[in-house]
T-cell receptor
Framework: DAGVIQSPRHEVTEMGQEVTLRCKPI?????LFWYRQTMMRGLELLIY????????DSGMPEDRFSAKMPNASFSTLKIQPSEPRDSAVYFC?????????????FGDGTRLSIL | KNEVEQSPQNLTAQEGEFITINCSYS?????LHWLQQHPGGGIVSLFMLSSGKKKHGRLIATINIQEKHSSLHITASHPRDSAVYIC?????????????FGKGTKLSVKP
């Protein structure tokens, strides 16, 4: 099993630019999660999809953030326009069935730096 | 208010020592998660438990639902156990998808 695959691993861009983070969940998993980790706030859930449908997006900080899951094997998290305070490590995770019925498997994360 | 608190924040141990990390949460939950974050940043789910005790190798997780408390134990600790250990519980009152994370316990095991 390839595990959860995220790309890119690192992204450095200037403020105002559009940033797109990508995630491929483990095949057969029906739940996908996007998390953000910063020194100040630790790990925070941004959005949770179940069967490609957004279930909980209450963690999405503002309208500059958007996430899509067009099919069971791909999701994107987009920031437009990006700001320096968006600098963080963004993790994608997937599970067989929901956030609390099965363990979550994490990708290696994308380290995002907005200059 | 949903809160997840961990202690200690930092822990240094000698190889071979028995380690205990504690997690307290403020509301009733359906399941509690223990995660391990390696120095390189990768996150691994160690346990998800809603009652009793689970064991995997040298790691043991226990939970007391009545006391709203969970512990993660490491027996015969080894330098490779050095990592940040994070507990997380579902946010009650919102969508069940929203997990609340503790601040983490940074463990360093010296040879």
């Amino acid at each position: 099993d390839a595990g959860v695959i995220q790309s890119p691993r690192h992204e450095v861009t200037e403020m105002g630019q559009e940033v797109t983070l990508r995630c491929k969940p483990i095949s057969g998993h029906n739940s996908l999660f996007w998390y953000r980790q910063t020194m100040m706030r630790g790990l925070e859930l941004l959005i949770y999809f179940n069967n490609n449908v957004p279930i909980d997006d209450s963690g999405m900080p503002e309208d500059r953030f958007s996430a899509k899951m067009p099919n069971a094997s791909f999701s994107t998290l987009k920031i437009q326009p990006s700001e320096p305070r968006d600098s963080a490590v963004y993790f994608c995770a997937s599970s067989l069935d929901g956030p609390n019925n099965q363990p979550q498997h994490f990708g290696d994360g994308t380290r995002l730096s907005i200059l | 208010k949903n809160e997840v608190e961990q202690s200690p924040q930092n822990l240094t141990a000698q190889e071979g020592e028995f380690i205990t990390i504690n997690c307290s949460y403020s509301v009733g939950i359906s399941a509690l998660h223990w995660l391990q974050q390696h120095p390189g940043g990768g996150i691994v789910s160690l346990f998800m438990l809603s009652s009793g005790k689970k064991k995997h190798g040298r790691l043991i997780a226990t939970i007391n639902i009545q006391e709203k408390h969970s512990s993660l134990h490491i027996t015969a600790s080894h330098p490779r156990d050095s990592a940040v250990y994070i507990c997380a519980a579902p946010k009650v009152g919102g969508s069940q998808g929203n997990l609340i994370f503790g601040k983490g316990t940074k463990l360093s095991v010296k040879p």
